[in-house]
């Protein structure tokens, strides 16, 4: 193999370090804070950005910054070779597709690519993306885990599922959106499962949080100064939660060294009594007893909490 020259390796080095990839366009439909949010994004990336929303106004500030009104959905997937939708679930999804194709007067939709940033559960994304593929439209789903204010930063954090080579395609056009971009695997439901279960994790956590916060200003303690030891629990239950994880994907349910689900039980119904006994209602701990309940009658005492969700994970339980 003849030997490249050191100006040719040179050369080719200052082609590498001066070259900037062109911004591709980019199409954003649905227009709320997060998708107004999204076109910045991309417009401050120098994307060529085209958008369209159901209610025009609200691409005002966008259009002052150079984006481009479509005149509606097919025109907007036909500006782009990748359309990102952010808008309020599926149905609104399956709207606007319903909207392309009836202006599309039988002809093929535009060979874009959509990248779905709508939330929606894991069952539904799958159906959207089967019928994107009816369609011929190659589909990416995304799961947006931050807030729309951190979009374009670094605390950007971005869940994606779908085709690998469809994601690698659109790497660069998608790291407009700033911070990171995970790409989970193939099945299009993937992003939308961990988004559901982090949520789950998120909103639980808040409500229990408040609820906690309720029960001591019952007794007169103050959000602020039981603030800094929920902080410690909330801290308590991040680090507990690779070990339980391990525990769960070994089958390891032994509760020698951690408490049992006999204990955790009795630790809520004295948690059950203390709101009752403050009038602040119990039906949320209720709830979480229920559970450790029921795999208590299963005869799971002494296991670890790790088994509560083994247990659920294929019993339908009923309380
Ligand atoms: N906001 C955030 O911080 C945040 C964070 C993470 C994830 N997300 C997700 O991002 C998505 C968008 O959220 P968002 O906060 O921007 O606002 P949103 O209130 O969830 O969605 C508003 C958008 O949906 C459109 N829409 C609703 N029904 C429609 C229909 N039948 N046909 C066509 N368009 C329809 C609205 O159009 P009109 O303007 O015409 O009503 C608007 O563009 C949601 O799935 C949300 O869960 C948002």
């Known amino acids: 193999m003849a030997q490249e020259s050191s100006t040719t ?9 001066t070259t ?3 911004p591709v366009p980019v199409t954003v439909i649905g227009l709320g804070p997060m998708g107004r949010a999204l076109a910045a ?20 500030e966008l259009l002052a910054k150079g984006a481009t009104w479509a005149d509606g959905p097919l025109d907007a997937l036909g500006a782009s070779d990748v359309t990102v939708l952010c808008l309020i ?12 194709l009836a202006a599309s007067d039988g002809r093929p939709l535009p060979a874009t690519t ?3 940033l709508t939330s929606e559960g894991p069952g539904r994304t799958r159906e959207l993306a089967t019928r994107a593929e009816e369609f011929e439209v190659p589909y990416l789903d995304g799961s947006i885990m931050t807030p729309a204010a951190a979009i374009g930063t670094e605390a950007t954090r971005i869940l994606y599922s779908g085709p690998a080579d469809l994601f690698d395609l659109h790497r660069a056009t998608l790291a407009a959106l700033g911070g990171s971009a995970i790409h989970l695997g193939v099945d299009p439901g993937r992003a939308a499962t961990f988004d559901v279960a982090l949520l789950n994790l998120f909103w639980t956590s808040i409500t229990g949080l408040m609820h906690s916060f309720a ?42 060294g951690t408490s049992s689900l006999t204990s955790v039980s009795a630790s809520l119904e004295h948690i059950v009594h203390a709101l009752e006994e403050a009038d602040v209602p119990s039906a949320f701990t209720l709830a979480a007893k229920g559970v450790v309940d029921t795999v208590l009658s299963a005869g799971l005492g002494t296991d670890s909490p790790a088994r509560l969700a083994e247990f659920l994970s294929h019993e339908r339980v009923e309380f």
């Open 215 to 256: 029960l001591a200003a019952r007794h007169q303690v103050p959000a602020t100064e039981l603030a800094p030891h929920a902080r410690q629990m909330a801290q308590l239950v991040a680090d507990l939660t690779p070990g339980l994880a391990a525990r769960i994907d070994a089958g390891q349910f032994s509760g020698e």
């Open 9 to 17: 390796r040179a050369r080719t080095r200052m082609r590498t370090l």
């Open 20 to 22: 900037k990839p062109v």
């Open 89 to 100: 679930d599926g149905n609104a999804v399956d709207a606007v597709l319903d909207r392309a």
């Open 41 to 60: 994004a991309f417009l401050a990336a120098g994307h060529p950005t085209t958008v369209w929303n159901r209610t025009r106004g609200k691409a005002d």
């Open 114 to 116: 959509l990248v779905n």
